[in-house]
């Protein structure tokens, strides 16, 4: 599975931005989405994912009701519509994809950076 994210950028704090993840190759509805993300000096982040064939999503608690993962079918895509932002969720941010039975993500696009200004 190939990954291409897209759609980071620079935002005021309160903004939104909408990221997107085009999947290909592979039988996608097999595969669970991820969304991560990366700050300067800090570990790797868990967003949310989602599982592809049924659209279950499950969200961190530093995101939960601010950020939504959506997918359109026809585009092989799956968005992270970020709203309320904060300076805070400055990141590289990144989807990644495991099949449904692993508990890892085995395939990773590039991040996209998202700068968020206070």
């Known amino acids: 599975v190939q990954l291409q994210a897209s759609g980071g950028g620079l935002v005021q704090a309160g903004g939104s931005l909408r990221l997107s993840c085009v999947a290909s190759?592979?039988?996608?509805?097999?595969?669970?989405i991820g969304w991560f993300r990366q700050a300067p000096g800090k570990e790797r982040e868990f967003v949310g994912h989602?599982?592809?064939?049924?659209?279950?999503?499950v969200y961190s608690g530093s995101v939960k009701g601010r950020f939504t993962i959506s997918r359109d079918n026809a585009k092989n895509t799956v968005y992270l519509q970020m709203n309320s932002l904060k300076p805070e969720d400055t990141a590289v941010y990144c989807c990644?994809?495991?099949?449904?039975?692993?508990?890892?993500?085995?395939?990773w696009g590039q991040g996209t950076l998202v700068t968020v200004s206070s």
């Open positions: 990644a994809a495991k099949t449904q039975w692993s508990n890892w993500y085995a395939y």
């Open positions: 190759g592979g039988t996608i509805s097999s595969y669970v």
């Open positions: 989602m599982r592809w064939n049924d659209g279950n999503t």
